[in-house]
């Protein structure tokens, strides 16, 4: 079955420390990839997405993500985190257009300041 | 920039009660969907729509579950009868084509 799993569950940081999420889908067909940011009390927002071309791509905030087709993963990076941050953060994927999408279980990340 | 909105933000019922959970995509997309997240757990498909249809459901999407697009702007998610383990945060969205989806706030529903 096609599925997405995040590696850390919660993570905690302090300010200025660098940020890795581990995000890997299951299918090795083409895919579409994304990360959603939940700030507290908000709806899901896009961070970044991934449809084809340069496997290194640039969202909003800072953050990146890196497609590895050969590891089938998406991990999202952030070379230096705010408070502002703190947030739930879920990788997804999808197989077809206008298709549903598959979410991991998402990482809670908690800045300290 | 638009937003997807969904009414109520909560929304508590009794178990085995109809309840109709509310939605307004974005007024250029073409495809809806919704999804629910059980507390703890994580983000689930439910149903995808488009063109006036069904075009997938999942496995959770049984036959106590209808959705509806009633006129040009609202989506709506019926259960007919309620059972506890439906508690849980649904969330709308909606898409262009072959465009990321965006998310409404969500309705958080409360079986007792």
């Known amino acids: 079955a096609q599925s997405v799993s995040q590696h850390n569950h919660h993570v905690i940081l302090s300010e200025a420390a660098s940020l890795e999420l581990g995000c890997n889908y299951s299918y090795g067909g083409t895919v579409n990839l994304f990360w959603y940011v939940q700030y507290p009390g908000q709806h899901l927002q896009l961070l970044l997405k991934?449809?084809?071309?340069?496997?290194l791509v640039k969202g909003i905030k800072g953050f990146e993500a890196e497609f590895i087709k050969s590891k089938f993963s998406f991990n999202l990076r952030k070379p230096s985190v705010q408070w502002s941050d703190t947030a739930e953060y879920f990788c997804a994927c999808r197989y077809n257009q206008g298709g549903k999408l598959i979410f991991g279980q998402g990482t809670e990340l908690s800045v300290k300041p | 920039e638009p937003e997807v909105t969904q009414t109520p933000s909560h929304q508590v019922t009794q178990m085995g009660q109809e309840v109709i959970l509310r939605c307004v995509p974005i007024?250029?997309?073409?495809?809806f969907y919704w999804y629910r997240q059980i507390l703890g757990q994580k983000v689930e498909f439910l149903v995808s729509f488009y063109n006036n249809e069904i075009s997938e459901k999942s496995e959770i999407f049984d036959d106590q579950f209808s959705v509806e697009r009633p006129d040009g702007s609202n989506f709506t998610l019926k259960i007919r009868s309620t059972k506890l383990e439906d508690s849980a945060m649904y969330f709308c969205?909606?898409?262009?084509?072959?465009?990321?989806?965006?998310f409404g706030d969500g309705t958080r529903l409360s079986i007792l």
């Open positions: 969205a909606s898409s262009e084509s072959n465009q990321p989806q965006h």
């Open positions: 991934y449809f084809s071309g340069d496997p």
């Open positions: 007024s250029n997309h073409l495809y």
